[in-house]
């Protein structure tokens, strides 16, 4: 007998469940342990809920949201890529991509495919909505680095100028008035001094 | 010299990351460990992008969504009540609200109070979007028990007449057919049998 509707929905979000258990770089703020992608996620979407009139264009920040919150569903299947990793971005876009696939493909046709149109546009980086998204996706672990110390970059022995790099095109293009804190924290941050507020 | 609304904005983000260490009652479905409220709180917004189409009204889907993420984060000040303690409800609604002023008082006064009234809608369940997203944060522990061969039932010694009392009411005002659903899955675990889908 075929699932109905609503059994696929459930099977789904039973099967989401997993991204809790998916560990990111990134540490909480208390540093007690390590942030996992489900808690991430939710962060994410209260950062664009709050955020959104720093949007570097007008954005519709349900969707904006609506991509926060399923970004990393592919991770149950492929993991965490951490930025500082150097790995392939080819294998893992590819990866990602079948992923989503199959996450999505859980779904009743039409929503799976609305969400799969979702999560491929934030891929895309290329609308206003995706772009704020990606933004916000790397002002996050930038910030918890910031106030935690160091985080990944003190583990991974990262530069100024790294982090001027990896982080800053993708931050200026979607909320240039967010990078330029950064730019603020990150240039105290590499001189030495701790950044409280 | 007062704040900027960004740093408003950026002390209540820093703020709410405590969300992630508030651990509530419920284990994950791989009972690998308790479920903590900022990752409960992602995983019920994609209830709510998913299973709109259940709710007892018509309802807006993104203001659904924006109270799920949102709805715990009192819990940073006061913890987790959890359902089956049999606690003051009167107490518990008291430190909640406070608790929220305190939180959304942080930001900006109109985004404050925006989030704030968005957070006593909730409260209230009045609403038709409240009484979903009411509906669909009683229905995902009730999943994750029914799931879990039993969850925080079977550490309380909850009976089938409890939990038809505790979360019947509440899932179906808001969700009549996710409540039918959940009727077969506590008539079935009560009867000792595993659900498997």
Redesign the interface.
């Known amino acids: 007998m075929p699932l109905t509707a ?2 696929q ?6 099967e ?6 998916v560990t990111r770089q990134s540490p ?3 540093q ?1 342990r390590k ?2 992608s ?2 991430h ?3 994410l ?3 664009a ?3 959104n009139e ?1 949007a570097c264009a007008a954005v519709n920040t ?1 969707r904006v ?2 991509m926060l ?2 970004h990393d569903i592919v991770e149950i299947d492929v993991g965490d890529f951490p930025i500082h990793a150097g790995l392939s971005g080819e294998l893992q876009a590819k990866q990602e991509a079948e992923a989503a696939v199959r996450l999505f493909g859980l ?1 009743p046709p039409q ?1 799976g495919n609305e969400l799969l149109a979702l999560w491929q546009e934030f891929e895309r980086a290329e609308s206003e909505d995706a772009k704020f998204a990606k933004a916000l996706d790397r002002f996050q672990p930038l ?1 918890i680095n910031v ?1 935690t110390g160091g985080g990944t970059w003190a583990e991974n022995n990262v530069s100024l100028e790294q982090v001027v790099s990896r982080y800053g095109p993708v931050i200026k293009r979607g909320a240039p ?2 990078w330029a ?1 950064c730019e603020q924290w990150v240039v105290r941050h590499f001189a030495g001094q701790t950044t409280k ?1």
Chains 1, 2 share one sequence.
């Open positions: 609503l059994e929905q459930l099977n789904f979000l039973r989401i469940d997993r991204l809790k258990t909480l703020l208390d007690s942030e996992n489900a808690e996620s939710w962060h979407a209260m950062y809920l709050l955020l720093y349900n949201m609506q919150l399923l779904l929503q910030l106030f008035q967010l804190v507020s």
